[in-house]
């Protein structure tokens, strides 16, 4: 397993259509997060998931945006109608569900909306 | 809730040390500590538990005090590779949910 892969690594929409990104996270990892970084900032916690299960949004999660993790592995987050405000690097987190243990991030995928 | 970093940025030469803090308002669960260079991903340096647990990179050091909720990180005898964007991500309950705070840039020169 070479690590978490999102894909694409690069997305420029234009204001109001619909985007959707996905997440691989490592295989047996079953918790997976999404991120949004915004230059100069660090990551803001957007939602996660242990296995299938949403556990948690983020008030900054409004309702344009879904995610999803059917089966409790891949998961995807989509953004609908989306605004020059979304622009951003998506960043895709995975996890075991133990105490002290470590999170792993992808690369990324960068929204510019335009 | 996001934690405070400081400095903001720092500048080095190869061999200096520095020590980049973290400082948070709410009681901390643990204190996650990430390095991202530009265009990549956050990687993974240290996690610092409450009862003064500790995993991580062999060549970067961190402490944790429980009382303060703060947390520093130490480069010690810098490299060039050092050079990057530290985040510190803090954790209230044990949910895994970090908040990250905004970064210190750190630049290692030869």
């Known amino acids: 397993d070479t690590g978490v892969s999102q894909d694409p690594r690069h997305k420029i929409t234009k204001r109001g259509q619909n985007v959707t990104f996905r997440c691989d996270p490592i295989?047996?990892?079953?918790?997976l997060y999404w991120y949004r970084q915004t230059l100069g900032q660090g990551p803001e916690f957007l939602t996660y998931?242990?296995?299938?299960?949403?556990?948690?949004k983020s008030r900054l999660l409004s309702d344009r945006f879904s995610a999803e993790r059917p089966k409790g592995s891949f998961s995807t987050l989509e953004i609908q109608r989306t605004e020059q405000g979304d622009s951003a690097m998506y960043l895709c987190?995975?996890?075991?569900?133990?105490?002290?243990?470590?999170?792993?991030f992808g690369q990324g995928t960068r929204l510019t909306v335009v | 809730q996001q934690p405070v970093q400081s400095p903001q940025a720092v500048i080095l030469r190869e061999g200096e040390d520095a020590v980049i803090n973290c400082s948070s308002s709410?009681?901390?669960?643990?204190v996650h500590w990430y390095r991202q260079k530009h265009g990549e991903a956050p990687v993974f340096l240290m996690i610092?538990?409450?009862?003064?647990e500790q995993k991580g990179h062999e060549k970067i050091s961190a402490s944790f005090n429980e009382k303060k909720q703060q947390s520093s990180l130490y480069l010690t005898a810098s490299q060039l590779s050092y050079s990057g964007t530290y985040f510190c991500?803090?954790?209230?309950?044990?949910?895994?949910?970090?908040?990250f705070g905004a970064g210190t840039t750190v630049t290692v020169r030869a």
């Open positions: 709410k009681a901390l669960y643990s």
């Open positions: 610092l538990l409450k009862g003064g």
């Open positions: 991500g803090t954790e209230i309950s044990n949910d895994y949910k970090l908040s």
């Open positions: 295989s047996e990892h079953n918790r």
């Open positions: 987190a995975s996890s075991f569900s133990t105490d002290g243990t470590e999170a792993f």
């Open positions: 998931f242990q296995n299938e299960a949403q556990l948690e």
